[in-house]
């Protein structure tokens, strides 16, 4: 795959099965990590955000027509998580970041994450948001490697769960400079 191009473009309406299970395949390694009654919420969770007409813009990784990731951003923390919780964040929010296991370690995510935030400053935004949680071990470390920085006035307790806020600032990142 090194030497292979990944094409990250705007999903269209025929990616959507591909979509889905790009992330069920992408976030099953956390189905260990709940109760099964937790996981089938979660996994219920992320079909039904899929769904959700509040998602600004779709993003897909593509790798030899094939769909090998993508990433949902919002405008906002009311259009992604509705009023529950209160965040009060008016920047894009990106959610639903996901990388079939099989592309990992390729840089696929890190390509999502810099689309996602070269659309959020042509919106004219100054911040890209995200949620996690320190189950998320890989991706926190990649967040925090691309210049994300912990926001602790924007998380949130789901259950027992604590969800961490991260920010990047936009015209300080050197991720858009890649």
Known sequence: MPDKKVVIRKAEDSD???IIGVLLDAY???ERTFSAERWTQ???S???SIE????KERLVAE???EII???FIYDSS???YGDNPKLDIHNPVIRLLGVSQKARGHGVATELIRASAKLSLEWGADQLHLHTSDMMDSAVRLYEHLGFERDYDKQFMSGDLLVKSYRLILRETSLLNA
């Not at 959700?52 to 998602?55: Q, R």
């Open 16 to 18: 959507h099965e591909a």
């Open 28 to 30: 099953e390694q956390y």
């Open 42 to 44: 979660y996994k219920t």
């Open 46 to 48: 992320i079909l039904q």
């Open 52 to 55: 959700a007409t509040t998602t």
């Open 63 to 65: 790798l030899d027509g």
């Open 69 to 71: 990731g993508s990433v």
């Open 78 to 80: 009311e259009t992604a």
